[in-house]
Each structure stands twice: as C-alpha cells, then as structure tokens.
C-alpha cells in the first residue's frame, strides 16, 4: 500500500504546475490534497471520490485548482492554475482504502511547491 506523489517544483506566479499521485497495491474510496505551508497548519486543498462524482474544494483554491482522476492508472491529479506565491507549500496526497470492513489511510511523501519570481 504505497503513494508516490510527483510533479512539485518552481514556478512563476501566474503559472501551472500538475502533481500526480499514485496508488499502489489497493483501490482507494477517496483521495484528497493537502498542503503544509512552513511554520502553518495543514490544509486541505480538496478531494476527489473513486467514482469521480464528488469533488471538493478549499476556498483559497476554488476555480484554479482541479482534482481528476485515472482509474486505469490508479493515479489522481491535482492541477494548478494561476498559481500564487501563498499556493508555495508541501503538498501531499491522502488515501482512503477499504480492508474489510475497515477503513484506513495512507499518505504519499509530500512534493514541495514554490511559487516565486
């Protein structure tokens, strides 16, 4: 049971950046985007359902950030639009999986985005 984000960077702002992230080894319910800018608490930047019929997200990212999914490639994708320097964070993708009749979490490595000129 594994996520392995990918896609962080530099950029300018007003850019885009896209991070992926994939599973392996389960099939995830849900999977949401968090960020943790330095010296703040973490946030949720939005989620997305395995069917692709809910999505959610935070304030601060609505209308230029996107979550879609891959099911084929058990991956989701966290697209971002006109990116700002208070988007500049480590984000970081968090999954929840059935086993059984339980349900459990697993989080991915965390990817550093910065947004700076």
């Known amino acids: 049971v594994q996520l392995v984000e990918s896609g962080g960077g530099l950029v300018q702002p007003g850019g885009s950046l896209r991070l992926s992230c994939v599973a392996s080894?389960?099939?995830?319910?849900?999977m949401s985007w968090y960020r943790q800018a330095q010296g703040k608490e973490r946030e949720l930047v939005g989620f997305i359902t395995m069917s692709g019929s809910s999505t959610a997200y935070a304030d601060s990212v609505k209308g230029r950030f996107t979550i879609s999914r891959d099911n084929g490639k058990n991956t989701v994708y966290l697209q971002m639009n006109s990116l700002k320097p208070d988007d500049t964070a480590v984000y970081s993708c968090?999954?929840?999986?059935?086993?059984?009749?339980?349900?459990?979490?697993?989080w991915g490595q965390g990817t550093q985005v910065t947004v700076s000129s």
């Open positions: 080894g389960f099939t995830f319910e849900r």
């Open positions: 968090n999954a929840l999986y059935w086993i059984g009749n339980l349900m459990r979490n697993v």
